[in-house]
């Protein structure tokens, strides 16, 4: 095995490495199964940084059709499920990626039976605000709004106003979303990982995932702070047909 990369860039390793790493690194050896067809998915992260396990799992199952776009948060909460990301892939997104988790966020919030309502979070609201954050998510907006979307989606709003409708008609009349956002979209993971942690530690809310978006459902990674019980939740993710997932 002298590549443990499958994309076209200057990624490989020599032979001696590339034996060593499949001698003592579970998340290769697992990644190189789902490659081969040994293995239909694959779920990791349960020790180590998250950035590490995508950057082994990158190499080895990354193509054109298929790479990492966002972690994807299911938090399910009282009044109902709420999906958050990025919580953990793009530090910084571009508008692109940005556009990019939007759409796939929606794809995987329909695979559990929600209609999608997605709020691009920041701390700018409809542009009252020429921050970093607010210029990505508007140039986000611009992405979203080139071309037909069979899904809601609103923004740049502060988080309050996506859950809140009325707060968001006074602020915006003309906004577009139909009621409260049941996913919040985030500039960068900072935020979107915080939220996270809030609701999980705070708000009483059960996590299931993080869900890899991009990957055809062939990889997830989660973090070492889950519990068994949602890694029995991920393995029924993992279980589904890659057919349904992106």
């Known amino acids: 095995m002298g590549h443990l990369s499958r994309?076209?860039?200057?990624?490989?390793?020599?032979?001696d490495l590339a034996k060593a790493v499949m001698r003592t690194n579970s998340t290769a050896i697992a990644a190189v199964m789902v490659h081969r067809g040994?293995?239909?998915?694959?779920?990791?992260?349960?020790?180590?940084?998250?950035?590490?396990?995508?950057?082994?799992?990158?190499?080895?199952?990354?193509t054109r059709e298929f790479h990492p776009v966002a972690g994807l948060s299911l938090m399910i909460l009282e009044d109902g499920p709420l999906f958050i990301a990025d919580t953990q892939v793009h530090p910084e997104p571009t508008p692109q990626q940005i556009a990019e988790t939007v759409i796939g966020a929606a794809r995987h919030v329909r695979r559990f039976g929600v209609d999608?309502?997605?709020?691009l979070c920041?701390?700018?609201q409809f542009g009252n605000l020429d921050s970093d954050s607010g210029r990505r998510m508007r140039a986000a907006m611009e992405i979203l709004d080139s071309a037909p979307r069979d899904f809601a989606y609103e923004g740049e709003m502060h988080v309050d106003a996506a859950l809140d409708v009325e707060l968001r008609n006074r602020v915006f009349?003309?906004?577009h979303l139909p009621g409260a956002a049941n996913t919040l979209v985030f500039a960068n993971t900072d935020a979107a990982s915080g939220v996270r942690n809030i609701l999980k530690m705070k708000g009483g809310g059960l996590e299931v995932g993080p869900i890899l978006v991009g990957m055809g459902n062939r990889c997830h990674i989660v973090t070492p702070s889950i519990?068994?019980?949602?890694?029995?939740?991920?393995?029924?993710?993992?279980?589904?047909?890659v057919a349904h997932y992106g």
């Not at 999608?116 to 709020?119: G, S, V």
């Not at 519990?227 to 047909?241: D, E, F, H």
Request: glycine share 12%; proline share 8%.
């Open 122 to 124: 920041s701390h700018s």
């Open 116 to 119: 999608p309502k997605i709020a």
């Open 38 to 62: 040994e293995a239909d998915s694959m779920i990791c992260g349960t020790f180590g940084q998250y950035l590490w396990h995508l950057n082994y799992v990158s190499q080895v199952l990354g």
């Open 227 to 241: 519990t068994a019980r949602g890694l029995l939740n991920m393995s029924a993710i993992a279980g589904t047909p």
């Open 7 to 15: 994309s076209d860039g200057p990624q490989g390793v020599t032979p």
């Open 173 to 175: 009349p003309a906004a």
